[in-house]
């Protein structure tokens, strides 16, 4: 006798249908927590971007003095209309901001291209290659103050300057003393190579952590397809770090506009040509302390951050993520 085995269709359990109640609880409590998980930094940029920016438009609607006894005198909108107008401060903020359009345009896109170039160097399984990223990223952990001391020393006028040296014994002597800080022609490439020089290893660190979230199944599959090594770049790791790309672009280009610390400092103790390499950051601070009058150099941090504000939005809105292309 032949017993014949029926075979069984397991049923698929229905999915248990969740009650709007509970799923509106469950949004609400994810919400909570978020909300609550983001309260420290809410806290920090209330408290150190929008409460001193906006103490930053009171003091801009004063006529205020740094260490003086008089009171503070109301005066509305005529601080900005004084930098606009009046024809030596609207040319010395239209020159700061020239001098500061100049150095993001050198330095968002040299910087961006050698960071994603050590990256993708750097990306590679060889001997030691800890210690040469730890090599490339050290300049960034040096405090700015320092990274201005040690390009000073290297760009000093004289012969002892390392560049000139170099250079002098490199044209077997007929290279003369060249003042790198103090021509108006090399004044700021000086300064966007120091800056480029410090600030490339962060960049490279974030494309590094791209480059290494892109699936290795992908380089296979292109390698199969006999794509040589410039088609896999173009066609496999710019696509799968584009975001990346993105968001380095727009950090690169806001901190390149507050550039300050290595201006002031080479100013005042370096011989750097100070008309070539005015900022606005530099001419705020200068009006500031130098001429003590806080209200007026508000103003022009205000007007400023406006600015920046409007070429951030509209950076990002040309270069945007994939996920908001779509």
């Known amino acids: ?32 927590h978020g ?28 006529n205020a003095r740094l260490g003086s006894d008089r009171p503070p005198v109301f ?17 010395q903020f239209l020159h700061a901001l020239l001098n500061n359009l100049t150095f993001a345009l050198a330095v968002v896109p040299l910087q961006t291209g050698l960071a994603l170039a050590l990256a993708v160097l750097l990306n590679r399984k060889l001997k030691a290659i800890g210690l040469f990223r730890s090599v490339f990223f050290l300049p960034v952990v040096f405090p700015m103050a320092l990274v ?16 000139n040296s170099l250079l002098h014994h490199l044209s077997l002597g007929h290279w ?20 480029i020089w410090q600030g490339v290893g962060f960049q490279m660190v974030i494309l590094l952590a791209g480059l290494q979230s892109i699936p290795g199944e992908l380089y296979e599959a292109a390698t199969l397809d006999r794509a040589s090594r410039w088609q896999q770049f ?36 370096g011989g750097l040509n100070e008309n070539a390499t005015r900022t606005v950051m530099y ?21 400023f951050f406006l600015i920046v504000l409007a070429l951030t939005l509209v950076q990002r809105r040309l270069v945007r993520p994939e996920q908001e292309d779509s």
Do not use: C, K
């Open 75 to 91: 005066l509305g909108l005529e601080q900005y209309r004084r930098i606009f107008t009046d024809p030596d401060l609207s040319g």
């Open 148 to 163: 201005a001391v040690i390009w000073r020393l290297i760009l000093a006028r004289s012969d002892q300057g390392m560049l």
């Open 283 to 303: 001419e705020a601070v200068s009006t500031a302390f130098d001429e003590n009058n806080i209200g007026r150099a508000s103003a022009v941090t205000v007007v």
């Open 234 to 269: 173009r066609h496999v790791t710019l696509p799968g770090i584009r975001n990346t790309l993105v968001f380095v672009a727009l950090l690169t280009s806001v901190l390149s506009f507050r550039v300050f610390d290595q201006i002031y400092i080479l100013v005042r103790g």
């Open 1 to 32: 006798m032949s017993i014949t085995a029926r075979s069984r269709t397991v049923p698929t359990p229905a999915p248990v249908a969740v009650p709007e109640s509970t799923a509106r609880r469950r949004a609400g409590r994810d919400g909570l």
């Open 35 to 62: 909300l609550l998980m983001s309260v420290p930094a809410l806290a920090g940029l209330i408290a150190f971007v929008a409460v001193p920016f906006g103490y930053a438009v009171v003091l801009s609607l004063y």
């Open 176 to 195: 003369g003393a060249f003042d790198w800080l103090g021509s108006s022609l090399t004044a700021m490439a000086s300064v966007v190579v120091l800056s």
